[in-house]
């Protein structure tokens, strides 16, 4: 069974930056680098939204149109990880972010078609 873990949230000043983790452990290296990979969040009183998505091979990447250009997202397959750079962060970025992993290689912006799914980690920016 595939579990994700997500880390490295927490409390960030307005022009910050974090970056988040999220590894996978229960499948090897080989499959892992199979998997397309995401980041979504949530925010306070708002529903799901998609943030980045990352190709199995980590070639081809998206990110939403509200963090282009400051969330830079990447894969490492050689040990089972996710990153999201986030840079600049603004008030608007605070919420539970949540890695997700599909089985598919193509990247991918619909939470719908991802098979795994971590717990999620805050990240609030405050002053």
């Known amino acids: 069974q595939v579990e994700l873990v997500e880390s490295g949230g927490g409390l960030v000043q307005p022009g910050g930056s974090l970056r988040l983790s999220c590894a996978a452990s229960?499948?090897?290296?080989?499959?892992?680098?199979?998997?397309?990979m995401g980041w979504f969040r949530q925010g306070p009183g708002k529903e799901q939204e998609f943030v980045a998505t990352i190709n199995s091979h980590g070639g081809t990447t998206y990110v939403a149109d509200f963090v282009k250009g400051r969330f830079t997202i990447s894969k490492d397959n050689t040990n089972n990880t996710e990153y999201l750079q986030m840079n600049n962060e603004q008030p608007t970025d605070t919420g539970v972010y949540y890695c997700?992993?599909?089985?598919?290689?193509?990247?991918?912006?619909?939470?719908?078609?991802?098979?795994?799914w971590g717990e999620g980690t805050q990240v609030t920016v405050s002053t």
């Open positions: 997700a992993a599909s089985k598919t290689r193509t990247e991918l912006h619909d939470s719908y078609e991802y098979h795994f």
């Open positions: 229960g499948i090897s290296t080989r499959t892992f680098s199979t998997y397309a």
